[in-house]
């Protein structure tokens, strides 16, 4: 008996051998479900102990239930994302990606957070975990390495919030610290001059909301996109405000930004000590600030590592060489003291 999942999107069917199922592609999803020359299929059998063989628009599934079962969700969790997803939060990699996610994490409830464009969820149990402590706790810092979601999924639960009227603004800040290059005199008033260290914030914005709105918004003061130092002196009510790249601000600011916190606000603070552009790594307030505060109430912190990354599977690869290199150099450093 043939069982039709997400509107005629893909059809499954148990043979009568009870370790098999048989599951059938549509043609418009066949690409991001197998791969670029069969690359996810070769994922499949790397990551699960399974046999699995393709015949046309069919895998053919052999081995323990559970196993089974880990796929067909993530095929199912892939097909959906990219119905639902069109341009934003998808990608040929997010058949892997869900895989891993069903691999690695026992999530019995995935958080979805929905915003204009799409309907956002974590990839990995820490991504899950984080989108659930963005609803319900008042500061919550993210730090880890580059490709692990801390901004994307900050913002997206910024707007999620906004739309559902649980605050009233939301502010987006970055410290303007040059990243190593000496980019002297901007033409332009106040804000042309400023816009290139923020413009990260507005691609992620612009992912989640029509493009139209989010000016809107931004003209109405509904959603403001600001350097840290404009921070200063402002008390922050009925807000989502998220300080990204804090890795870049000295500790005083991050205690600045924080004491901003008005009633019935929330502040994210988002960073990777590792690539702090301060002339002095020292200088950087994130870590300190963290071991200051985490035990207060209200208060918590998330670390993402290397398996939480989701960008493309070469970031990866980038930064276990960069970390392997910096490791190399520490132990000859302490062998030759």
């Known amino acids: ?34 791969g670029v020359n069969n690359k996810n299929i070769n994922f499949f059998k790397k990551k699960l102990p399974l046999k699995i063989y393709q015949k046309g628009n069919q895998l053919i599934i052999q081995g323990n ?8 969700k993530a095929i199912n969790r892939t097909i959906k994302d990219k119905k639902l997803n069109k341009k934003i ?29 799409a309907d956002v969820i974590g990839k990995s149990k820490l991504q899950n975990t984080y989108l659930e402590l963005l609803q319900n706790k008042q500061i919550v810092f993210a730090i880890g390495p580059a490709g692990t979601g801390k901004t994307f999924l900050a913002v997206a639960a910024a707007v999620s919030q906004l739309i559902e009227n649980k605050f009233d603004r939301i502010i ?6 040059e990243a190593g290059e000496k980019l002297g005199f901007l033409p332009g008033d106040l804000k042309d001059k400023v816009d290139p260290y923020l413009r990260p914030l507005y691609d992620s914005l612009y992912d989640l909301m029509p493009s139209d709105i ?23 009510n009925n807000s989502f405000v998220i300080l990204d790249e804090a890795q870049n601000a000295t500790h005083n600011q991050i205690k600045m930004f924080l004491t901003r916190c008005g009633k019935n606000s929330r502040m994210v603070v988002t960073g990777d000590p590792s690539q702090t552009d301060l002339s002095r790594r020292s200088e950087s307030g994130l870590i300190r600030s963290i071991k200051i505060l985490s035990d207060i109430e209200g208060v918590s912190v998330i670390n993402f590592g290397q398996k ?17 290199y910096d490791d190399q150099i520490k132990d000859l450093f302490d062998q030759k003291n």
């Not at 040929?92 to 995935?110: A, C, V």
């Not at 939480?308 to 392997?324: F, L, Q």
């Open 89 to 117: 939060n998808f990608s040929m990699n997010s058949m892997q990606e869900n895989l891993n996610m069903y691999i690695s994490n026992d999530i019995k409830n995935l958080n979805v957070t929905k915003t204009a464009k």
């Open 65 to 72: 239930k559970k196993n089974r079962d880990i796929l067909k």
């Open 214 to 236: 989010a000016l809107r918004k931004i003209q109405s003061s509904e959603i403001e996109i600001a350097p840290l130092a404009f921070m200063r002196g402002r008390t922050l």
């Open 308 to 324: 939480d990354i989701v960008r493309d599977e070469m970031v990866t690869k980038i930064i276990n060489a960069y970390d392997s």
């Open 172 to 177: 987006l800040s970055r410290p303007a610290v």
């Open 1 to 34: 008996m043939k069982n039709k999942l997400l509107n005629n999107t893909y059809s499954e069917n148990s043979a009568q051998d009870l370790s098999s199922t048989v599951i059938t592609i549509e043609n418009s999803e066949a690409l991001d479900i197998f």
